[in-house]
């Protein structure tokens, strides 16, 4: 059974400190794994997207990691902003139009 | 980078009346549009995937009489809820993705629905 599994499942830090999210899927066939970002009452929007062969991707302060061994990917978040205090999804694309939602991560920033 | 536009972003309607959705790809022909709901501190559950020009695919348990989904332009989807009732209140997501755009579905800013 195709499933994406992410923890923690909710995580609060404080302003400036780092952070790592974690997500384990077993996706098959696997296209790619996407991070969204969705704050809420709005829809996701996408942070990073990854292919079998890329280990690491970044976007500004967000840094995600692949390893397609182990079947396993991390966000880690650089030095924290209030405003990155969100649910944080992990989607595993399987073939064409296909996609696995992990349940999230909610992250609260304290200032 | 490809904008995804729904309205209304909020509706309060009666039991029993029906509400449409509406979901716009703004820059770009949207061959495929997703529709997802999403219930609190929950992550989002694909409804249906449409095709433009097509009958839409209905994921299990969704009742396709009741979630009535029209993609009939490469820019517009529309989802009706009919004859609603409380327990269809959520927060519906649409997303697009079309040629060219390597798989990638971009995301509506979604609408919340309160059935009274």
């Known amino acids: 059974k195709n499933q994406v599994e992410q923890s923690p499942q909710s995580l609060i830090i404080l302003e400036g400190k780092n952070c790592t999210l974690q997500?384990?899927?077993?996706?098959?066939?696997?296209?790619?794994l996407r991070w969204y970002k969705q704050d809420t009452g709005r829809g996701p929007v996408s942070l990073t997207i990854?292919?079998?062969?890329?280990n690491t991707k970044s976007n500004g302060r967000y840094t995600a990691t692949l390893d397609a061994d182990t079947k396993q990917s991390s966000l880690h978040i650089t030095a924290s902003q209030l405003s990155d205090s969100a649910s944080y999804i992990c989607v595993v694309a399987s073939g064409t139009y296909k996609y696995i939602f992990g349940t999230g991560t909610r992250l609260k920033v304290l200032a | 980078g490809a904008v995804v536009s729904q309205h209304p972003s909020w509706v309060i309607c009666k039991s029993g009346t029906s509400v449409k959705i509406e979901c716009r790809s703004l820059d770009f022909q949207a061959t495929t549009m997703f529709w997802y709901r999403q219930f609190p501190k929950q992550s989002l559950m694909l409804m249906a995937t449409s095709n433009e020009g097509s009958k839409a695919t209905y994921e299990q348990g969704v009742e396709k009489d009741k979630f009535l989904i029209n993609h009939a332009s490469l820019t517009l989807s529309t989802l009706t809820v009919t004859s609603a009732h409380p327990e269809d209140s959520s927060f519906y997501i649409c997303s697009a993705t079309g040629l060219d755009l390597y798989n990638e579905q971009f995301f509506g800013p979604g609408t919340r629905l309160t059935v009274l």
């Open positions: 990854m292919t079998f062969s890329e």
């Open positions: 997500c384990n899927y077993t996706v098959s066939p696997f296209s790619n």
